[in-house]
Each structure stands twice: as structure tokens, then as C-alpha cells.
């Protein structure tokens, strides 16, 4: 039985991967004199910035800097980020339908609050995981087991959202369904070609999708239980 959603942030429900990939631009020019574009990028959105320092070789003396640098160019820009359309609307109304919800980023907690506090929205989730918060971060299952875990939920009681690979990577290895936010995802082909359960085109159809997957199961249960 559906008993509760998680969701991803960035690119599901702030508008903030274009942000985050120009202010890696700038970084990375002003750190090692390389200039590269957004698609240079591209896959640094869904994974921890250390994991990203490590794919791009940066030198272990300058990394902390590095993500320092980085993070100030985005609180530089998060004024300007804004929610997707709809994505109020789809919290209110889960909260009033009873279910639980969870955030599972890969954000590392030093930038979670900076990041998202200011939108007003976590009173709407009981939980919040992020990269610190797991042995292992997205694409690995460990934060959503987590997120499960601290909801007191089975993974099959439950859905994720979110943008990225690396997002449908760590439902799929969970055993929990995969609601792609396509509306926010910056490389769409790279989710689809792995399959997610469900696509959806606006943030709005969350509650579609949650809808009809409880009323299929409560129908189930029932024709079991008459059986």
C-alpha cells in the first residue's frame, strides 16, 4: 500500500540545476584556468560535489576551496531560483491525503539549508536525507533505504521523484518506482533509456500517478481478501 513519497530537489522541485551549472563554469575557470561548457558539466547534477571533485581530478589541496568557491557563486544566484509550477499544489495535497514525504539529495548537509530553506517548504516532509546522511550516496540505493527507514516504510510502500540518472539508478537498485520529473531534468535521454516507471511532463501529475497506484492496490487488497 502506497504509504509515502519521496522526492529528490533539485530539478524536481527547485529550478536550480541552470544555476548550479554556470556557477561550476565559473569555478572551474577560476580554480584551474580551464574554460569548459554547461555540458562539460552536466554530469555533476545528482551527485555529491566531493564525488564531482574527484571525477574532474581536481588536486585534493585546492578541493575544499574548490567547493567553497563553487557554493558562494550559487548563494550568489539563489534569489533567483524558483519552484516548479504546481509543485505547492502536489505537497498540500499529499499531506491532506495522509501520506508521508521525504527529501533524499545529494546535496551534503552544510548546503542543504542554504539551498532550500528559504522556498518555506519543510514543514511538508517528515524526513531529510542527504549524501552525509547514507553510507553511500545516490546512485547507490543507501540514501533511499534510509529515507524508508526513518519513515518506518518498505521501500514497495513508497515512490521516488526525481530528474536525474542517478535518481532512477538508486529506485531502481531500492526497488522503489521511478516518477521522472522531466519538467526539471537537464539530459532527459539519459533517464529514459533506463526505463523509469512512470513519465511525467508537469509536477501536477504526481497526483495522478499517486492516485491511481492507490486505488489499484486498495482494489487488489480487496479482491484478495473476498478471495
Known amino acids: 500500500m502506497l504509504k509515502s513519497v519521496l522526492f529528490d530537489i533539485d530539478g524536481t522541485i527547485t529550478?536550480?540545476?541552470p544555476i548550479f551549472l554556470d556557477a561550476i563554469v565559473h569555478t572551474h575557470y577560476e580554480m584551474t584556468g580551464q574554460q569548459k561548457n554547461r555540458e562539460y558539466f552536466h554530469f555533476s547534477l545528482g551527485i555529491p560535489s566531493p564525488v564531482t571533485m574527484g571525477i574532474l581530478e581536481i588536486p585534493q589541496d585546492?578541493?575544499?576551496?574548490?567547493i567553497q568557491r563553487w557554493q558562494e557563486h550559487i548563494k550568489e544566484k539563489m534569489h533567483e531560483v524558483v519552484l516548479f509550477p504546481g509543485?505547492?499544489?502536489?505537497?498540500?495535497?499529499?499531506?491532506?491525503?495522509?501520506l508521508s514525504m521525504a527529501l533524499v539529495t545529494s546535496k551534503v548537509r552544510s548546503e542543504f539549508s542554504f539551498q532550500f530553506d528559504t522556498f518555506g517548504l519543510n514543514h511538508f516532509f517528515q524526513v531529510v536525507i542527504c549524501a552525509d546522511d547514507a553510507?553511500?550516496?545516490?546512485p547507490n540505493p543507501d540514501p533511499l533505504y534510509e529515507a524508508c527507514s526513518r519513515l518506518k516504510v518498505k521501500p514497495r510502500d513508497t515512490v521516488y521523484v526525481g530528474d536525474s540518472r542517478y535518481d532512477i539508478m538508486a529506485a531502481k537498485a531500492a526497488g522503489i518506482p521511478f516518477l521522472f520529473a522531466s519538467w526539471g531534468t537537464i539530459d532527459p535521454t539519459s533517464v529514459l533509456e533506463l526505463h523509469p516507471d512512470f513519465y511525467l511532463k508537469e509536477p501536477?501529475?504526481?497526483l495522478d500517478v499517486v492516485q491511481k497506484k492507490t486505488q489499484v492496490e486498495a482494489h487488489t487488497q480487496l479482491n484478495y481478501q473476498n478471495m
Not at 585546492?62 to 574548490?66: A, D, E, G, H, T
Not at 509543485?87 to 495522509?98: D, H, P, Y
Open 135 to 138: 553510507p553511500r550516496p545516490k
Open 87 to 98: 509543485i505547492v499544489t502536489v505537497l498540500e495535497s499529499l499531506k491532506e491525503w495522509g
Open 204 to 206: 501536477i501529475e504526481i
Open 62 to 66: 585546492i578541493r575544499v576551496p574548490y
Open 15 to 17: 529550478d536550480t540545476n
